[in-house]
């Protein structure tokens, strides 16, 4: 009878823990996802996202819903229908990011956003320079000095600035007629079926096929989809397009990838190894399941 008792106050307590660390897991998912959407572009579904768990009490002691919050409305400054509408988050913005320097956990977002935070330092002096924004200059002064006496007061390690070409894309990695070329040479396996560690006509799995065809424009990738990840230069959503990777996730792992054969800011397509369809071509944007997927684009810089 002892014996019983101490085995269901065990697992009461077990049942308990179970909950608590599945709830920690989830909320972290949530954390990750708003980073992930911020990555990809999505600056509305984060300041959306991103605000309903500030009002949520359970993330009290989370800093990056705040930072989340400024950072995508100040993104959204270069967007002038989204300003129209939400004049008064231009304040509101500088209020929360003020809100997260003052904060005990800034050191290390200062350190593990640095990119992010060295990019906002350049859209801003670009923004300001901006004579067509829907900002009324009261509310553009009032921006301009918090940046002036706030932000560049912490002396974020602005990015390399790429150079562009007359056709506005960056000019690093293939050129466009080599992206072409790798493309349609991708497009002669449409229909060959999906083989497990496959790497040839005879069957491909998804980073085999990348692999194959990124052979054909003398660039060797690495074998596994994780590791052509880590190997490509990770890109902003908008200027990913055509022979560019992109890449998804069923959970903490990268996957799968494909290639994209989108022209800039067409809706994302892409080339790709199937499991049920074998080489075949999907509209990313138009899928639940592969925008759901979604983590990420690269580009291969030779």
């Known amino acids: 009878m002892v014996y019983s008792t101490q085995i269901k106050i065990k697992l009461f307590f077990l049942f308990f823990f179970l909950i608590g660390t599945s709830g920690f897991y989830a909320q972290n998912k949530k954390l990750d996802r708003l980073e992930q959407f911020y990555t990809q572009g999505h600056y509305k579904t984060v300041y959306r996202k991103a605000n309903k768990l500030l009002r949520d009490p359970i993330y009290n002691g989370y800093v990056l819903p705040a930072y989340y919050s400024a950072m995508s409305t100040f993104q959204l400054l270069h967007n002038p229908y989204w300003m129209k509408r939400n004049i008064a988050k231009v304040d509101e913005g500088c209020r929360i ?9 800034w050191p290390v977002i200062k350190e593990t956003h640095a990119q992010e935070l060295g990019e906002m330092a350049v859209l801003f002096e670009r923004w300001l320079k901006d004579k067509n924004t829907v900002v009324d200059e009261d509310n553009k002064q009032h921006l301009k000095d918090w940046i002036e006496k706030v932000y560049k007061g912490y002396k974020f390690k602005n990015p390399v600035l790429e150079e562009v070409g007359e056709d506005g894309l960056v000019s690093e990695g293939m050129s466009i007629s080599q992206r072409s070329d790798l493309v349609h040479y991708a497009y002669e396996f449409m229909g060959i079926p999906y083989k497990w560690g496959g790497a040839d006509e005879e069957g491909f799995d998804c980073s085999g096929f990348t692999s194959h065809v990124f052979k054909y424009s003398e660039v060797i990738l690495p074998r596994v989809a994780s590791e052509q990840y880590k190997y490509a230069k990770t890109i902003n959503a908008k200027r990913a397009f055509m022979g560019d990777l992109v890449f998804f996730s069923e959970g903490k792992e990268i996957t799968h990838v494909g290639i994209l054969v989108n022209q800039p800011n067409e809706r994302k397509r892409m080339i790709h190894s199937s499991s049920s369809k074998g080489i075949s071509v999907v509209d990313i944007d138009d ?9 990420g684009f690269g580009r291969i810089i030779k």
Do not use: A, G
């Open 287 to 295: 899928s639940d399941y592969w925008r759901s997927r979604l983590i």
């Open 97 to 105: 990011m003020s809100t997260v320097f003052s904060s005990e956990k």
